[in-house]
């Protein structure tokens, strides 16, 4: 496509969708990542061309919650190898529990993807969560109760210095028992201080700005959220509220 013809494609795509040009930029991404990923000629007009793309979008989000997991953890690994390394080797870092709740790395990306698949959420469904953890970024990790290890409750994006990004359970909601989790988070937020190396805040600084220039963006393009609980809020505002800094 020319420059030309996307610009022309995300203009059609916003007046059907009544989505902001950044959003449909996004979901478009999402979908092109999604097609190949699943074995589709992303080369094909009919493909990343397709007329309508937020129910193309929808899905292939479907079809990727179908696929083996097995086989999607495979292929994520050759496109980021170092996941699962690094994944086990930041359990004895930012693994704590008391009596009610636990911090829990997954052993990698099999893990990470039954995780989203369990709790419905888009965790699986783009690369980006990959890149961040295969380049240091930030790290998924899971809070699970003592009383329920295995179960999936919430999921945690976090920074190297142990700063929580997101927390999320299913459909990417946050329900009234997070108040109580993130007296938690706090306490598992100065053992993790205790841990830290000269490099991991190193890598925290960059992650920060990062992050503060991930979130300048999206107030520049004031994008919304269209669906869902927090539908015709601003994306950056959300993510603001849901950030918790480690000032240990």
């Known amino acids: 496509m020319t420059a030309v013809q996307?610009?022309?494609?995300?203009?059609?795509?916003t007046e059907n969708s009544q989505e902001p040009v950044q959003q449909v930029l996004t979901t478009w991404r999402d979908y092109l990542s999604m097609a190949e990923r699943l074995g589709l000629?992303?080369?094909d007009e009919i493909v990343y061309r397709v007329k309508l793309l937020r129910q193309r979008h929808d899905e292939l989000v479907l079809?990727?919650?179908?696929m083996d997991r097995k086989k999607?953890?495979?292929e994520v690994l050759k496109d980021f190898p170092k996941v699962d390394r690094i994944c086990q080797s930041i359990k004895a870092k930012y693994e704590y529990a008391n009596d009610e709740y636990a911090v829990v790395a997954p052993n990698g990306v099999l893990d990470i993807i039954v995780e989203g698949d369990m709790l419905c959420h888009c965790l699986r469904g783009s690369d980006r969560y990959w890149d961040r953890i295969q380049t240091h970024e930030s790290y998924i990790l899971f809070l699970r109760r003592v009383s329920a290890p295995d179960t999936p409750y919430y999921t945690l994006e976090v920074e190297p210095d142990g700063t929580v990004r997101q927390k999320r359970t299913k459909f990417d909601r946050q329900e009234d028992?997070?108040?109580?989790?993130k007296k938690f988070l706090a306490e598992w937020q100065q053992v993790v201080a205790k841990r830290l190396t000269r490099g991991d805040r190193k890598k925290a600084e960059v992650s920060r700005v990062l992050r503060e220039q991930e979130f300048d963006q999206m107030r520049r393009d004031n994008v919304i959220i269209y669906t869902g609980s927090l539908a015709g809020r601003r994306l950056v505002d959300v993510l603001t509220a849901d950030l918790m800094e480690n000032a240990a």
Not at 6 to 13: D, G, M, P, V
Not at 177 to 181: P, Q, S, Y
Request: charged content about 30%; proline content about 0%; overall charge negative.
């Open 177 to 181: 028992d997070i108040e109580d989790a």
């Open 41 to 43: 000629d992303t080369n």
């Open 6 to 13: 996307i610009y022309n494609y995300l203009q059609r795509q």
């Open 72 to 74: 999607q953890a495979t």
């Open 63 to 66: 079809r990727c919650k179908q």
